[in-house]
């Protein structure tokens, strides 16, 4: 294994073990929420409201973001720090005052916005989500500051204050409801949420003055910044249409069930906890690295360590996939099934979280492919490519939860996530002429023998035990480990490739 693969997996263990500690955290945030507030509608209304305002800042900023990491890298290897520090400079003079018009342009057409989020409300009703998105439109500015600086220390590899903003939002947001539940009940969410940003802004803003100091810059003195608008513009587009995606999920929600919205969102806050471990930070500095190796044209260093992600990427995911369906139940009441939260609240949310669980995989490997992509500033094409996979997303949400309810509208998203995977990887051969996607079926069939196993072995759990956290505990460790078992069997290269690292580290410290 190179230094370089080993690199990676060492920082990926280091940042995984810390998201994992503050999402252990997370879940004890979600666990209180869910304590005091249940799934109703007042919950329903906060949680539109401030999904709204999210999804409008990952539209907007993040494109923005996603294109800072590649150009800023790239000037950053070829000019210097001093050049690399001017283009972010120049960056936020454009991008503070496009943001403070889209906010108030977004204060003007609340009315609108409150109908198209949440179309069976009733006027009164209606009226309290307005009231909701105004406060909360002001996170959108915090938006800016947070993703702008953590997409800076990223690029400069620094990964670990930006990775401990879970850490303060949760322990700020359950000392709010713990102190303010009896006065300010849902509202006590909002204020946890302003103070987080401040908290987790100022510490950003702390640590980044190493690596930036903002400087008042003649945009025309920094070509780069015509690059990163060009490149940004797709993705905001192609970021816009995934947000419609989620408007769509929500509102069709609201219509299904006071609460539907809350256990959605508490379904993707499991979902989110995967993600951000076990797939957002490898995809984040898989990301810093793919930009390096095409700035350094080396596309054979590029192809390898992108295949090693993906099968590794597989490898992992697709047992936890099992254990998250097979086990949904059980993970949904250890996490929020107390106080408020009754019998229907579980239903809801763990029929929601089966539906994620199915995307598991699919989201994993399409992140990995759309950093690549991004790392050649090709940015046009996936979001093209958006398109087909939401407008898919849609229909099937639409369709579906016709039928099965909550479940139909988070499978729609492992559909929309599989059908974009696959039209995405047919793009890289562009860049990448030794690219097949099919280098990766091998990987995947092996997976067949475990992936049985596993399920046998979490059926028996659950007839011979009860209690949710035994059954849970026990499917995770027993069904993993006999799972890893199994994959060093087959002799998959990249599960050997994990082994042969903790081998070396075990037998270094001892």
Request: proline share 2%.
């Amino acid at each position: 294994m190179t230094k370089k693969k080993q690199s990676i997996i060492a920082t990926t263990a280091v940042i995984s073990a810390l998201t994992l500690c503050f999402k252990a955290l997370g879940f004890v945030k979600q666990a209180v929420i869910a304590y005091y507030f249940g799934t109703t509608f007042e919950t329903d209304i906060y949680n539109v409201a401030f999904n709204f305002v999210g999804m409008l800042g990952s539209a907007f900023i993040k494109s923005i973001t996603l294109s800072i990491i590649s150009i800023y890298t790239h000037t950053l290897v070829n000019k210097g720090k001093e050049a690399a520090s001017k283009l972010i400079s120049a960056c936020l003079e454009i991008l503070l005052p496009v943001v403070l018009v889209v906010m108030l342009l977004s204060y003007g057409l609340t009315p609108y916005i409150a109908k198209m989020l949440a179309p069976s409300y009733t006027p009164s009703e209606s009226l309290l989500l307005q009231h909701y998105l105004h406060i909360c439109y002001p996170f959108f500015i915090f938006a800016v500051i947070t993703l702008i600086w953590t997409s800076l220390m990223d690029s400069n590899k620094d990964f670990v204050v930006s990775r401990t903003e879970s850490f303060i939002t949760s322990t700020v947001t359950i000392i709010s409801c713990v102190l303010l539940y009896r006065t300010l009940a849902v509202s006590s969410l909002v204020v946890a949420q302003y103070i987080s940003y401040i908290i987790f802004g100022s510490l950003l803003l702390i640590r980044g003055r190493r690596y930036f100091k903002f400087t008042i810059t003649k945009i025309s003195e920094v070509p780069e910044v015509k690059t990163v608008l060009l490149t940004a513009l797709p993705i905001c587009i192609g970021g816009s249409v995934n947000q419609i995606n989620k408007i769509v999920d929500n509102s069709i929600c609201t219509g299904l069930a006071f609460g539907a919205a809350t256990a959605l969102t508490l379904a993707v806050s499991l979902e989110d906890f995967v993600c951000n471990v076990l797939i957002n930070n490898v995809v984040d500095i898989l990301y810093v690295n793919f930009s390096n190796y095409t700035a350094e044209g080396n596309k054979e260093k590029l192809n390898s360590t992108m295949r090693f992600a993906v099968n590794s990427m597989i490898c992992i995911m697709i047992p936890i996939t099992i254990i998250t369906c097979m086990c949904s139940r059980e993970i949904v009441a250890i996490a929020y099934r107390r106080g408020n939260f009754d019998e229907r609240s579980l239903v809801m949310t763990s029929a929601a979280l089966i539906g994620y669980a199915v995307g598991f995989t699919s989201s994993g490997v399409r992140d990995i492919i759309i950093r690549v992509l991004y790392s050649f500033k090709d940015t046009k094409r996936p979001m093209i490519t958006g398109f087909f996979a939401v407008a898919a997303n849609i229909l099937a949400s639409i369709i579906l939860s016709r039928y099965i309810g909550i479940m139909g509208v988070s499978i729609a998203s492992s559909i929309s996530l599989t059908v974009n995977f696959f039209i995405n990887s047919h793009m890289v051969k562009t860049h990448i002429p030794d690219y097949n996607v099919h280098q990766f079926l091998p990987t995947l069939l092996k997976q067949i023998p475990g992936s049985l196993v596993l399920m046998l072995i979490i059926y028996e759990i659950k007839h011979f035990f009860t209690g949710n956290l035994v059954i849970f505990l026990l499917s995770t460790f027993i069904g993993l480990s006999v799972y890893g078992v199994i994959l060093l069997g087959l002799k998959i290269e990249e599960v050997n490739m994990i082994k042969q690292r903790v081998l070396a580290k075990i037998k270094k410290n001892g």
